[in-house]
Antibody, heavy 120, light 107 residues
């Protein structure tokens, strides 16, 4: 059974750093594309980042230069390192497995999310 | 960036009704479109990918159509568990973008 479990969220002051983890089971992270998507309180979904199986990464402009996605193959875990956090980064962060084919890409499994609150 | 605009932003309907939600892209995205359902406090759940392909395990009352810039999600006969928020997502180019969401409420 495929499962994704996020952790690492919490309350952090503006300018601080946090690392989110997404532990996967039922599939191999290194053979798949993995994404992070966030949702501010009461708002819609916002794509944050993706990590290709080959190691290529992409980021939303709003987090580029501040966030970094990575993985640890031995732990079958994906990470999101978040630096220089701002109040507008406050959100529930979801990780998701993303499948990509010749004419499609979509996220078929999602974690339950972890809440990040940036406030003084 | 490609802007995704959903309409309506909210809709009220009754069990058994047929409901359609539209999603318009600011430029052509071929079929690189997915639809997700999100219930309050839960993660999104994939319904449709490649504009019209039904995800495994999703009831057949859900269907998707469209290509290029205009897409539609249709629920043929609403069930109580379908009252939720629906999002479209384009994956044709980065940054990936979502529509603002359509809240489906019970009339």
């Amino acid at each position: 059974e495929v499962q994704l479990v996020e952790s690492g969220g919490g309350l952090i002051q503006p300018g601080g750093s946090l690392r989110l983890s997404c532990a996967a089971s039922g599939f191999t992270v290194s053979s798949n594309y993995m994404s992070w998507v966030r949702q501010a309180p009461g708002k819609g979904l916002e794509w944050v980042s993706i990590l290709y199986s080959g190691g290529t990464t992409y980021y939303a402009d709003s987090v580029k230069g501040r966030f970094a996605i990575s993985r640890d193959n031995s732990k079958n875990t994906v990470y999101l390192q978040m630096n220089s956090l701002r109040a507008e980064d406050t959100a529930v962060y979801f990780c998701a497995r993303t499948l990509r084919g010749y004419n499609y890409a979509y996220s078929d499994y999602w974690g339950q999310g972890t809440l990040v609150t940036v406030s003084s | 960036d490609i802007q995704m605009t959903q309409s309506p932003s909210s809709v009220s309907a009754s069990v058994g009704d047929r409901v359609s939600i539209t999603c318009r892209a600011s430029q052509g995205i071929n079929n690189w479109l997915a639809w997700y359902q999100q219930r309050p406090g839960k993660a999104p759940s994939l319904l449709i990918y490649a504009a019209s392909s039904l995800q495994s395990g999703v009831p057949s009352r859900f269907s998707g159509s469209g290509s290029g810039t205009d897409f539609t999600l249709t629920i043929s006969s609403l069930q109580p568990e379908d009252f939720a928020t629906y999002y479209c997502q384009q994956t044709n180019s980065f940054p990936v973008t979502f529509g603002q969401g359509t809240r489906l409420e019970i009339k």
